[in-house]
T-cell receptor, first 112, second 113 residues
Framework: RKEVEQDPGPFNVPEGATVAFNCTYSNSASQSFFWYRQDCRKEPKLLMSVYSSGNEDGRFTAQLNRASQYISLLIRDSKLSDSATYLCVVNGASGGSYIPTFGRGTSLIVHP | NAGVTQTPKFQVLKTGQSMTLQCAQDMNHEYMSWYRQDPGMGLRLIHYSVGAGITDQGEVPNGYNVSRSTTEDFPLRLLSAAPSQTSVYFC????????????FGPGTRLTVL
């Protein structure tokens, strides 16, 4: 079983729709969690960190469920510019450092 | 700040050739890492470093060497290129230990013929 799993999609949604992605992880000792966004042929960039209590940044909401070992990303009022691949990242402790493991990404296509 | 820079942007090699991918950061980050990204495989960690003089293997280290003589630079060496090493390579850096955001370079697109 891969350590971090995501549905690759693509999720094909109209503008204005609400869409949600989940990401499951296998290491129960994982310490920190992130969502990154990656545009085609570009480097990944941090979208948001995921906190235990859940957090929101504008149209984006991230949640963590430690008991079930998954994180989620909710995008409300989708824009064309939200089209990208969304990468889930889970950091596990290793020798005092945090080693990130990336999911394979979920592709989102927002159409007019 | 330039952030994380990588050179070259594109490279074509023949099987058996060696080369070094360069990575530099000017944010004084202690943690640096190299990933490769292949279609359908996501980002896979090749090697990482938690500070100058310290390196360790990631998930897919075979065929690659790294060194970290300074905080700023973290070059990745391909010893004898193989077609299986055709990929996009990303270098990243972050502040240490706290699981902070990683900053990525723009990537090197490598083709091995």
């Amino acid at each position: 079983r891969k350590e971090v799993e995501q549905d690759p999609g693509p999720f094909n949604v109209p503008e204005g729709a609400t869409v949600a992605f989940n990401c499951t992880y296998s290491n129960s000792a994982s310490q920190s969690f992130f969502w990154y966004r990656q545009d085609c042929r570009k480097e990944p960039k941090l979208l948001m960190s995921v906190y235990s209590s859940g957090n929101e940044d504008g149209r984006f909401t991230a949640q963590l469920n430690r008991a079930s070992q998954y994180i989620s990303l909710l995008i409300r009022d989708s824009k064309l510019s939200d089209s990208a691949t969304y990468l889930c990242v889970v950091n596990g402790a290793s020798g005092g450092s945090y080693i990130p493991t990336f999911g394979r990404g979920t592709s989102l296509i927002v159409h007019p | 700040n330039a952030g994380v820079t990588q050179t070259p942007k594109f490279q074509v090699l023949k099987t058996g050739q060696s080369m070094t991918l360069q990575c530099a950061q000017d944010m004084n980050h202690e943690y640096m890492s190299w990933y490769r990204q292949d279609p359908g495989m996501g980002l896979r960690l090749i090697h990482y470093s938690v500070g100058a003089g310290i390196t360790d293997q990631g998930e897919v280290p075979n065929g690659y060497n790294v060194s970290r003589s300074t905080t700023e630079d973290f070059p990745l060496r391909l010893l004898s290129a193989a077609p299986s090493q055709t990929s996009v390579y990303f270098c990243a850096s972050s502040p240490p230990r706290s699981g902070n955001e990683q900053f990525f370079g723009p990537g090197t697109r490598l083709t091995v013929l």
